[in-house]
């Protein structure tokens, strides 16, 4: 490889050869991208398990007999509380509307348990037929015993009867006559077409739970109507279902009704006798205390007191202003100066108290008159002397008056006093009377008060009791039967999109599933980061599928069987060298690829011998080591090829020259001559070898110029003696003097020991892995032996002609790059 090589150089750090060959995630988790491309990649097992999957579901919904749906109609119309005015439940209208929708329990109501009982008590649906051919469309007049468990009917039909046996009870009738079996009574209708049958009786609950199963409430949006529904195999019985369904709820719900109004009425009539009797003991004990107390009410007796002794202290008041007034008159009487007794007297004439005194006032008016008849006689021109009698008896009289006006004062001032001393008397024997008064007013007030409320009770509860019994008497409910179920005539297939949509969804889920499975259990090579992860080695270049160019079409006529087989041999080695056939593909531009990267490896200075192997058979080694080898002449190499596979040789085949004379003959000394030397000079420009054999015998040209091949030669019986000795190590120390470059294609390392020994004698080995086929476990070990025998592995070759690489999104063929043809 001097001849070619450029000057050596690092690669950077960079590079795709030093690194491992591409980026790997920070993270172990499935991007959406990966998810994808498993999916991608497993399409077919996807496709295959959905295909499975509705496959199922068909059959089931085929298996699966016809259905019929027959629908009743009902609607809360709340005629019941129209009528009776109340509320059910004891339930307020603004807590109905918080907490609950009407609408949704009455749905509930539907499928109560009792509701369901009934219906199972009513139809018999306790009596269910074992025998696949006959159904109850023939069995009338169904009843079972609630209490009766699970059994089975042995039903035997005669032309002119009937007879059923359960347990040791065996009864006969004609057909549509009932057979009484104690815990079960039925009738057959008509002769079937069997002539037996085995019907089973299941215990109440299950058939309540069965039933509970199969009925559907559905409320209709927006509006006070539901729905119910049922589905059977028999149009009949699926009709009958629903329509005692919503007739057994309707009277169950009047009778429910009726019994919470009965309840309720015997509560209010409870509550309204101890009222009316609470009303009458308190009623007794408000009339007891106004007796004891001997008036209509202490409230009234309170506003006289208090009345009375606002009385008393208004006439205090005045009585003692009075008797300032007339203390004071007295007081100036009292001074002894006419002036001071005159001004008194004529103030005591002015006081309003003199009215309340006539003793007083008679005693005024007549000092007022002596008084008049002393003025009249000492005033005027015939005024009298003071020695006149009439005048001083007069005034004489005046004195007399004055002092019994004195008296008459102070008898006055006393009398004033002693009246003042009575009111207060009076005052605080009314205020003592007072003080009890309050309490008695409370204890009236609360009488009074229970009364009142026990009137008021006692109206209330009077009032519900009435209600009541309106209500216990009113035969109606809350529910409407709007429309009764026909028997539906047309079947439905109400499950079969169901099971199909279960089945495609299982299928679907499986197929993701196994395909997830099957890529977490492929532990095979299916990308370069997988191969450089798991060796730790550059990845030198991704191999795509060689295709072969477009061959001649044959002659018309037929071929003879050896004239085929020629034609095809020829088609597929044309095929297998790409690189001669194809010059400007995709495959070509790998090995081209590949070529560079040798170049420009570690060991790429020194390399003359470069061994070419793999891990196992079939990894696509041989046509590596070809492409390669014609890849290297056509850059003006002298290239040797050399057939190391001595077990399944093929480069032979693939460039159609004679397997022998070959590598395993220069190996025999008995080829180099009898003297069993074990020299061996390899001349190229004599065209022989020491022993004078030509050397067109051994070494032949190919038809790339360049290029020459040395087969396997003949099979020994010990090749790998024979590659291990020193002849083998002499030889190729000649053939790299001879040569550029010599390539060795091995056995696979893991099937013979060939590889190893023939890796420690090269100067690099190329390590080629097959995508999706070669076990990552595999290819550690063949990269462990080659490393254990001293071999020094250049860089590994993915080969891809599956195109495995290419399924994976974050990886593309950067090779796509061919002549553009005019």
């Not at 004609?174 to 039925?186: K, S, T």
């Not at 119910?228 to 009709?239: A, K």
Request: contains cysteine.
């Amino acid at each position: 490889m001097n001849e070619y090589r450029p000057a050596p150089r690092q690669l950077p750090s960079g590079s795709p050869f030093m690194d491992g060959g591409f980026d790997r995630p920070a993270s172990d988790s499935l991007s959406l991208g990966q998810i994808f491309g498993v999916l991608r990649r497993r399409y077919r097992l996807i496709l295959l398990m959905t295909v499975l999957g509705i496959a199922g579901g068909a059959y089931l919904a085929i298996k699966t007999p016809a259905s019929y749906k027959a629908v009743a109609t009902i609607r809360l119309a709340g005629e019941r509380r129209s009528l009776t005015g109340t509320i059910e439940d004891n339930e307020t209208p603004e807590m109905s509307s918080r907490t609950m929708d009407p609408i949704l329990s009455l749905a509930q109501g539907v499928r109560s348990q009792s509701v369901m009982g009934a219906v199972v008590d009513s139809l018999g649906l306790q009596l269910s037929s074992v025998t696949p051919d006959f159904g109850l469309n023939k069995v009338d007049k169904i009843w079972v015993n609630p209490q009766a468990g699970a059994d089975t009917i042995q039903v035997t039909f005669y032309q002119n009867g009937v007879k059923a046996q359960l347990r040791n009870r065996e009864a006969r009738a004609r057909y549509g006559e009932v057979l009484d079996l104690g815990d079960a009574r039925f009738a057959i209708t008509s002769v079937p077409d069997l002539p037996s049958a085995q019907l089973a009786i299941i215990p109440h609950q299950m058939a309540v739970d069965k039933l509970t199963t199969g009925i559907l409430v559905a409320p209709r949006t927006g509006t006070d109507v539901i729905d119910v529904t049922y589905l059977s195999s028999n149009p009949r019985l699926s009709q009958r279902v629903v329509n005692m369904t919503v007739t057994e709820f309707k009277h169950l719900s009047i009778l429910s009704a009726k019994e919470k109004s009965t309840r309720r009425r015997e509560f209010l009539e409870q509550q309204l006798k101890q009222t009316d009797s609470m009303l009458i003991r308190a009623q007794a004990e408000l009339a007891a205390f106004r007796s004891r107390q001997q008036l209509a009410s202490t409230q009234n007796l309170l506003d006289a007191q208090q009345t009375s002794m606002l009385a008393l202290d208004t006439r205090r008041t005045e009585l003692e202003a009075d008797r300032q007034t007339f203390a004071a008159l007295e007081a100036q009487l009292k001074k002894g100066d006419d002036a001071s007794q005159m001004e008194a007297i004529r103030a005591l004439a002015s006081s309003p108290a003199l009215a309340d005194n006539p003793t007083i006032s008679d005693y005024y008016h007549q000092l007022q008159l002596y008084q008049f008849k002393v003025d009249s006689m000492t005033t005027g021109p015939w005024k009298a002397a003071p020695t006149n009698p009439d005048l001083m008896q007069y005034r004489s009289m005046i004195v007399t008056r004055k002092n019994d006006l004195k008296q008459a004062v102070a008898s006055h001032v006393a009398t004033i006093d002693a009246r003042i001393a009575a009111l207060r008397n009076l005052r605080a024997q009314r205020g003592q009377s007072m003080g009890i008064l309050p309490a008695m007013a409370e204890e009236e007030a609360r009488l009074t008060s229970r009364v009142q409320s026990l009137t008021s009770s006692s109206d209330d509860v009077r009032r519900d009791y009435q209600k009541a019994r309106m209500a216990e008497e009113v035969e109606a409910g809350d529910l409407d039967i709007v429309d009764l179920a026909g028997t539906p005539y047309a079947p439905i297939w109400a499950t079969a999109p169901l099971k199909l949509g279960l089945g495609l969804l299982l299928g679907l889920l499986l197929g993701i599933g196994g395909a997830f499975l099957l890529e977490a259990l492929n532990t095979s090579i299916r990308k370069p980061e997988d191969l450089e992860g798991a060796l730790h080695v550059p990845g030198l270049a991704v191999i795509p599928r060689l295709t072969s160019g477009p061959s001649p079409a044959p002659r018309r006529g037929l071929l003879r069987p050896g004239k085929r087989a020629e034609l095809e041999s020829k088609r597929a080695n044309a095929s297998a060298l790409g690189t001669v056939t194809q010059p400007f593909s995709i495959g070509v531009e790998a090995f081209r690829m590949l070529r560079t990267s040798l170049v420009w490896c570690e060991q790429g200075d020194n390399m003359k011998t470069l061994v070419v192997t793999s891990a196992a058979p079939g990894e696509g080694k041989t046509l590596t080591s070809a492409n390669l080898s014609v890849t290297f002449a056509y850059d003006g190499l002298r290239v040797l090829l050399v057939d190391c596979d001595v077990r399944r040789p093929r480069l032979h085949g693939l460039f159609q020259v004679p397997r022998s004379p070959g590598l395993m003959e220069l190996l025999t000394p008995s080829f180099n001559g009898n003297d069993g030397s074990e020299s061996l000079t390899f001349n190229p420009s004599a065209g022989r070898t020491d022993s004078g054999r030509p050397v067109t015998d051994v070494v032949r040209p190919t038809n790339v110029r360049g290029l020459s091949l040395l087969t396997c030669g003949a099979l020994p019986t010990n090749p790998s003696g024979l590659l291990s000795g020193v002849r083998m190590r002499v030889l190729l120390q000649e053939l790299a003097k001879s040569f550029d470059l010599v390539i060795l294609d091995t056995p696979p390392v893991l099937a013979t020991a060939d590889a190893g020994i023939l890796g420690s004698l090269a100067d690099g080995v190329l390590l080629v892995v097959r995508a999706g086929q070669t076990d990552r476990v595999a290819a550690k070990r063949a990269h462990q032996q080659l490393v254990n025998v001293g071999a020094r592995v250049v860089g590994t070759v993915l080969n891809d002609p599956g195109g495995e690489v290419s399924q994976y999104g974050d990886y593309y063929y950067p090779y796509d790059y061919a002549v553009e043809e005019k």
